[in-house]
């Protein structure tokens, strides 16, 4: 003798949507950093080595490299503590001295190492605020002018005037450039990402939603019937179902069904086909409820059909064990008998959205006999090949009790990342007879 089932058979496992990592912004300042020092200090070294690089000061030039290490070091315990990322303006900054003591060790207007100045005006620059672009303009003139209090009493003359105004100029609308390109880019990242929030949101809620269209136990069929179910969705919205209800017959009736797809478009017409077979309480004949789904789901112009089509296995189960069955193109439902024998129930009719008509079967079930309906998805967990059906079949007999069939295809679907939905409904008619 059979009991009813009474624990929470619909679980669902939702898989959190993927988000950017944190690390590359946290390691952000140390790789500009290692950049400028490698340049800086690259630089120091070819004019100490290199013969035709000048070198008129051996302090500024040993200099500016100690201090782009220094700086570099200080970029290095920004990683280690991220509140120290108030500070990285000061980086860059302090990159606008180092070089300018490298180009006074190398010649000054003679250098060939000005170019490198490029590099804090873009890593400052990059942003969003205006003020991005005064401040790269300062650190240029910084660089630049720095020869004049390094060498107290030098002047610049009319050529070297006109060559520091034309280079300021130039880093300066690098600067404009780069900060309005910037600009542009993060307000499209975050209008982008705004986007994805309320769809995230409007996701999630479409999961609850089709959550709750899941039945939350079986108190209410009569004692004679156990059932249980689950459902993994592939998504955090899956286009699987998977349905059960007392009939005014004193029965039961179960459905499960697969909608072609994935995502909020499958779970919409899930949600459809599943209200419209549940509105098909007072039909007896279990076809009669894909008519109506079908009509539902029709908008009337011929050719101009929905998209997507529906796999589904409904029956009726009287008091007496008498089950009414139709199917639409579904295919994977197994009968099993109390003594191990096992049959699926399957039909030539097409799914529903392709088809036009469906006729229902019947067969009697025995004291004990289960009726185990699967989605497809379940298949790929048995290696998705020609011979996972009779795996499948080896894993039912295997498995006396429903609730051990449900509960470890949940556990091996569990194990790896599913490309479709897996959903899995069992019943067991027993001998107890209707109150």
Request: hydrophobic share 50%.
């Amino acid at each position: 003798m059979t009991q009813s089932a009474t624990r929470n058979p619909s679980r669902t496992v939702r898989v959190a949507p993927l988000r950017p990592s944190a690390a590359p912004a946290v390691w952000e300042p140390l790789v500009k950093q290692t950049v400028v020092a490698a340049l800086v200090v690259g630089a120091s070294v070819a004019s100490a080595l290199v013969p035709f690089l000048l070198v008129t000061n051996e302090t500024a030039l040993w200099g500016g490299s100690a201090l782009v290490v220094f700086l570099l070091l200080v970029s290095g315990l920004m990683v280690r503590w991220p509140a120290l990322r108030r500070l990285e303006i000061a980086v860059p900054i302090a990159d606008f001295v180092a070089i300018g003591m490298l180009r006074f060790g190398t010649g000054e207007s003679q250098s060939v190492f000005l170019a490198i100045v490029v590099l804090p005006v873009i890593w400052i620059a990059a942003g969003r605020e205006r003020w991005r672009i005064v401040v790269p303009l300062l650190g240029v003139c910084l660089t630049l002018l720095l020869p004049l209090a390094l060498a107290p009493g030098r002047g610049l003359t009319p050529s070297e005037l006109v060559r520091l105004v034309i280079a300021v100029l130039v880093y300066a609308t690098v600067g404009a450039v780069v900060n309005e390109l910037s600009r542009r880019s993060l307000n499209r990242l975050t209008a982008a990402q705004l986007r994805r929030r309320i769809a995230e949101r409007e996701v999630s809620q479409a999961a609850a939603v089709q959550r709750s269209l899941q039945p939350l136990d079986a108190s209410a069929l009569p004692p004679q019937f156990a059932v249980t179910g689950a459902c993994v969705p592939a998504r955090t919205v899956g286009g699987d179902f998977f349905d059960w209800y007392a009939t005014p017959s004193g029965g039961a009736a179960v459905t499960l069904g697969d909608v072609m797809g994935k995502g909020v478009g499958a779970g919409m017409i899930a949600a459809a086909v599943r209200t419209v077979i549940r509105s098909s309480i007072d039909a007896d004949d279990p076809a009669a409820a894909f008519q109506r789904a079908a009509q539902g789901l029709s908008t009337g112009s011929p050719g101009e059909g929905t998209d997507q089509f529906t796999t589904c296995f409904h029956a009726r189960i009287d008091a007496d064990g008498f089950l009414r069955w139709a199917d639409a193109g579904h295919g994977l439902t197994l009968l099993r008998r109390a003594d191990g024998e096992t049959t699926f129930l399957r039909s030539t009719h097409l799914p529903i959205g392709l088809g036009v008509s469906w006729s229902s079967d019947a067969v009697r079930l025995a004291p004990g006999d289960s009726v185990i309906a699967v989605s497809d998805g379940v298949l790929d967990l048995f290696g998705g090949s020609l011979d996972s059906i009779e795996r499948y079949r080896q894993f039912i007999v295997e498995r006396a009790d429903i609730e051990a069939i449900v509960d470890d295809v949940i556990v091996r679907a569990a194990e790896t990342e599913q490309e479709d939905d897996v959903t899995v409904l069992a019943l067991t008619w027993g001998s107890t007879p209707a109150p």
